[in-house]
């Protein structure tokens, strides 16, 4: 069974920073595309960052670029989204997925998907 769990959301203020980590089991960790997403009240899900299997290729959405920084550690089966200067508007509920041998930001290559952890960014 293949579970993802995101941990590290919160309440901080605009212009701080939020780590938020993602553990997967069931899955051979290192043959998946692990992605970051969001969804804000009454907007659609909205892709954030993506990484390869290998770590070695990063994509992001134009709206967190220079802001955000993913990684990952395949010893550990973690991912980890580094958020800096953090705008109201990034407050969000942020899902943490899993693509098997696909690189991107669309969903629906997404075969996985977390329970999501709630963002809330003060002004």
């Known amino acids: 069974q293949v579970t993802l769990v995101e941990s590290g959301g919160g309440v901080v203020q605009a212009g701080g920073s939020l780590r938020l980590s993602c553990a997967a089991s069931g899955v051979t960790f290192n043959f998946y595309t692990m992605g970051w997403f969001r969804r804000a009240p009454g907007k659609e899900r909205e892709s954030v960052a993506a990484?390869?299997?290998?770590?070695?290729?990063?994509v992001y959405a134009d709206s967190v670029k220079g802001r955000f920084t993913i990684s990952r550690d395949n010893a550990k089966n973690t991912v980890t989204l580094q958020m800096s200067s953090l705008k109201p508007e990034d407050t969000a509920v942020y899902y943490c997925a899993a693509a098997r041998l696909k690189f991107g930001l669309h969903a629906s290559m997404y075969d996985y998907w977390g329970q999501g952890t709630q963002v809330t960014v003060s002004s």
């Open positions: 990484i390869s299997s290998s770590g070695s290729n990063t």
